[in-house]
């Protein structure tokens, strides 16, 4: 008798080697042209031939590139953990409204500081500030999210409700707006490109230590994930405490989606396409398998945009969420067309 | 030497079952009184809207009775943990899997949930019971495939075995045989009956198919706007239970032949 379940091994190991080719080509490409040899001395012993390489090598296409692999691995476990728990192919870490909320901080900030001056404008001249606006917003948004989760027990309900939280945050939005100079607005707007870049290694540390106990705690809950692709009610009859473990899903979604809208700013898609992509090359629904396998897709994915987005070779950078949308949408479409539906 | 008695699985008393709301208590269905044995298959049949999904409902633990009693081997569910619950009873719902991504075998040993450890990695012994479970419901075939690509025959065919696979001494099925052609209806409800001979299984389960499950179960649960019933099919018939189940002048009773027939 032959009742038995494929190995993963080897896709997983695929998508690892992938990931640490993605490392490479990314860093070693950029405005300035440096030799991939000296790339990779620069990588094993700490130094290259030039200062200048130095300086580029180790205070922006390397933090770059780790913040590339934190937010996209990041918001493709979210992508994937909300698909399902709301069951919904196109859920994606931005339906819980986070990034609204991450947003509005945001704004707030920059654009409230023409509407209401005083306070916002000694918080503007913080390089933090605009981090901990984000971060505030995405937190006072998930609290809103958790209070509503607690009463709600319609997934779908705090789907929309999630949407609803988007809808407010953007009318929000604009009013201020209406009333900001093109300064701030142009600041705003920036902000909302995306960036990965011009991090500091103290902002990367808590980006990697946001990201490790959101990947922790999405693994710790993918017993009860795996139960929930069967429904909530069969869940229940299999003795899954509901409530306690959306909690717990919930939470490592938004510091997640979160702390990387607070750093990087919105990147579209790769929460919504990555989880897709990933079940193309890994045929199993089993949350212990796909949580390493999108967060090595996400990171490829993000590396990838990013590489573009610097226009090799070029004094242009693209803005990253551009890229993001304009990679990630054909993808949907295309797994659209080719499968007719998609399945979470 | 007698043989012992077999024990009581499932004990209801006075059950009154329904929804409460803040406002107020909508009773659907009360009085209700029955118990299922070790080894017993039990149908509960009645028209739609009677309470059928409901009293599965509050059967299974998914939704509080209004009041009364319902004691699970001996033990009053109340009582009982959602896990110890879950070692009692395993279920097959109307509603389909939320995901139809999932393949077979994952589906199957997502039934071993209540025994694996918190990552929920299959031991030899889990790997065991899903063979066992596979063997028994026919669905080696079908178990590298993904669940949209399945007949709703072989569906309900998995569903039961994630349950068989869930080891519980009681399973409870919601109209199992709805959307199954006339093959598969009696093949699920044969191997319902099979379960119960052969494993001891209890298997308390809602149906439309009152003709093939008279010959199949050892007693039935019938709901009426009346009363409730609960009995052996033969003395159900006895009783004129069944001849009043329908309109008379649409559907009709055979006593003798225990077969219901449309008159012209």
């Known amino acids: 008798m032959t009742h038995h379940q494929p190995s993963y091994k080897k896709p997983l190991l695929l998508l690892a080697l992938l990931t640490i080719m993605a490392i490479f080509i990314n860093i070693s490409l950029g405005s300035v042209s440096i030799p991939f040899k000296e790339v990779i001395a620069g990588l094993f012993t700490g130094t290259t031939n030039k200062t200048s390489w130095d300086y580029i090598l180790f205070n922006y296409r390397i933090p770059k590139a780790i913040t590339a692999i934190a937010a996209g691995g990041g918001l493709a476990i979210s992508g994937l953990l909300m698909q399902t728990v709301f069951r919904n192919p196109l859920a994606g870490p931005f339906v819980l409204g986070l990034s609204s909320g991450a947003s509005l901080g945001v704004a707030l900030l920059i654009l409230g500081a023409g509407a209401f001056g005083g306070i916002f404008g000694i918080l503007l001249g913080n390089s933090w500030s605009l981090v901990i606006a984000a971060a505030l917003g995405s937190f006072l948004v998930l609290l809103a999210v958790l209070a509503v989760t607690l009463k709600v027990k319609d997934t779908m309900a705090i789907l929309i409700i999630g949407l609803m ?132 897709m996400g990171a490829i994915l993000l590396l990838v945009c990013d590489t573009i987005a610097q226009i090799p070779f070029s004094e242009y950078t693209l803005p990253i969420n551009a890229v993001t949308s304009m990679v990630g949408a054909p993808v949907v479409i295309w797994l659209l067309v080719r499968k007719r539906k998609l399945l979470f | 030497m007698a043989s012992e008695t077999p024990h009581t699985r499932i004990a209801i008393q006075d059950l009154n079952i329904g929804f409460t709301s803040k406002k107020e208590q909508k009773s659907i269905a009360k009085n209700i009184t029955f118990s299922c044995k070790e080894g017993e298959l039990i149908a509960i049949i009645g028209p739609n809207g009677i309470g059928k999904s409901t009293l599965i409902r509050t059967v299974t633990g998914m939704q509080k009775p209004i009041s009364g009693r319902i004691t699970i081997s001996e033990v009053a569910m109340s009582d009982l943990s959602p896990h110890a619950l879950a070692s009692q009873i395993s279920v097959v719902l109307t509603e389909a899997p939320a995901s139809k991504n999932v393949t077979v075998y994952e589906l199957i040993a997502l039934g071993r949930q209540p025994y694996t450890n918190w990552l929920g990695v299959l031991s030899q012994a889990d790997k065991d019971a899903v063979s066992r479970a596979i063997t028994i419901t026919e669905t080696t075939a079908l178990q590298h495939k993904k669940c949209f ?86 003395c159900l018939a006895q009783q004129g239970i069944f001849n009043t189940l329908f309109p008379s002048n649409t559907i009709d009773f055979d006593t003798d032949t225990m077969q219901f027939r449309v008159n012209n």
């Open chain 1, 165 to 296: 939280f988007g809808s407010v945050t953007a009318a929000v939005v604009g009013v201020l707006s209406y009333f900001s100079n093109a300064e701030q607005l142009q600041q705003y707007i920036f902000w909302s490109f995306g960036s990965l870049g011009d991090q500091s290694w103290t902002g990367i540390a808590i980006l990697i230590t946001c990201f490790i106990v959101g990947l922790v705690i999405a693994l710790a809950t993918s017993k009860s994930l795996n139960a929930l692709l069967l429904g909530e009610n069969y869940a229940k009859s299999m003795g899954l405490n509901i409530k306690k473990q959306t909690l717990f899903i919930i939470l490592a979604t938004s510091i997640l989606a979160g702390s990387i809208t607070a750093f990087a700013g919105p990147i579209a898609f790769v929460g919504l396409a990555v989880p897709h992509l990933t079940r193309q090359i890994i045929k199993t629904s089993n949350h212990l398998i796909l949580i390493p396998a999108v967060t090595l």
């Open chain 2, 149 to 234: 690509e399945l007949s709703d025959g072989e569906l309900q065919r998995v569903l039961i075995a994630r349950a068989l696979a869930q080891d519980t001494p009681i399973i409870i099925l919601d109209e199992p045989t709805s959307h199954l052609d006339l093959y598969h209806k009696a093949y699920v409800l044969k191997l319902l009956q099979r379960l119960c001979k052969e494993q001891g299984k209890t298997i308390l389960f809602s149906t439309h198919e009152i003709g093939i499950a008279l010959s199949l179960v050892d007693k039935m649960l019938v709901l009426q706007e009346g009363g409730i019933s609960f009995d052996t099919p033969t």
